[in-house]
């Protein structure tokens, strides 16, 4: 798995294919999608055009995506990495993940196509339900389902997302193929430095991809919304010392926890800017300072359900 991969939740699909594009002329080679997102269709637009073009070969391509919380039952795994399939016009991806651990109840119109849902959007993050939102699957069974894609091919592999480590080691206990990784919010406000410790121990060898690496900078500001590192006057001091971005310091930074990272942007620039983060390294002093800012405060959480 490339180290840096593009982030595609709420680019919109007026830009997304821009942004893929910008991507794999800066370099990336690792994309991570969802079903959710809704703009599979414009991703997968990007990837095959530039594969046509001969910029890259599929093979070059590392491609992620996510079975939504609709789907856990076992027997609608298979369908619902199809849809993503035919999604990106392709043959295969290259891991697929359980977007969180706790499945939604199922609604009539569940199978329709994601950009076809309009006002019943709403049944996919199922916010004010309360209880009445969850589903019964037990993630164990909805596993299987996932061991099934790879079975026909349709993955190269299967990992989870936003797992704790009991979760993570339930899958373990009952799993025939294991999960290469589990993706989960990592920033500097929230380092995750246990969760990472514990999937390398004891042979469990689970990579963390870390979503949100930048702290979703676009709710800064917004009340009870931990602060994004990247506006700290501190780290832009250490920036300066570099000559490089704050967005870049935080990056480096959690890269040098053994982790992968998936900024997303839509921007040009910034798709440059996130991918150009291998060249320094920080200094004891700074690490230290990153470290510090662990309030263990999540940016993305399902309080509103
Ligand atoms: N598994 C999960 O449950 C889960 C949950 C959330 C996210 N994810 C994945 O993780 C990816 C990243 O998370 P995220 O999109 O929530 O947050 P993020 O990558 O931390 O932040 C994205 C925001 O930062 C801005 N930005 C990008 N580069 C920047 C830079 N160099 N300087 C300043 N601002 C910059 C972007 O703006 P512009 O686009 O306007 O440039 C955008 O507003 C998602 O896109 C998605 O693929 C997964």
């Not at 298979?78 to 697929?96: A, G, R, S």
């Not at 929230?190 to 690496?213: A, E, H, S």
Request: net charge neutral; glycine share 6%; charged share 25%.
């Amino acid at each position: 798995m490339p180290t840096v991969g593009l982030g595609t939740y709420k680019s919109p699909p007026g830009q997304v294919e821009q942004a893929v594009k910008d991507a794999i002329d800066a370099g990336y080679r690792h994309f991570d999608c969802a079903w959710l997102y809704g703009n599979e269709v414009e991703v997968g637009n990007a990837l095959r055009e530039k594969i046509n073009e001969g910029t890259v070969k599929r093979e070059d391509l590392f491609i992620v995506s996510k079975l939504w919380n609709n789907f856990h039952a076992k027997e609608k795994v298979v369908p619902m990495i199809k849809e993503t399939l035919n999604n990106f016009q392709m043959d295969y991806i290259d891991l697929y993940l359980i977007h969180w651990p706790f499945g939604f109840k199922v609604k009539k119109y569940c199978y329709i196509i994601y950009r076809e849902l309009a006002d019943e959007t709403a049944s996919l993050v199922p916010v004010g339900e309360g209880e009445d939102a969850f589903s019964d699957t037990d993630y164990v069974e909805t596993w299987k389902g996932m061991e099934e894609c790879v079975n026909l091919g349709l993955t190269k592999s299967i990992g989870l997302s936003n797992f704790n480590a009991e979760q993570i080691d339930r899958v373990l206990k009952k799993c025939k193929i294991k999960p290469v990784c589990n993706q989960v919010e990592v920033n500097p406000n929230l380092n995750q430095k246990k969760l990472i410790d514990f999937c390398r121990q004891r042979q469990r060898d689970i990579v963390i991809v870390g979503y949100c690496p930048l702290g979703r900078s676009e709710y800064a500001g917004t009340p009870g919304f931990p602060d994004p590192t990247i506006y700290d006057p501190k780290v832009a001091e250490i920036a300066k010392k570099y000559n490089k971005t704050p967005a870049q310091v935080v990056l480096n930074y959690l890269i040098s926890l053994g982790i992968s990272v998936i900024p997303k942007s839509v921007t040009k620039s910034r798709i440059i800017e996130n991918i150009d983060v291998f060249d320094f390294k920080l200094d004891p002093g700074d690490v230290s300072y990153l470290d510090s800012c662990n309030k263990k405060s999540k940016s993305i959480t399902i309080s509103g359900i």
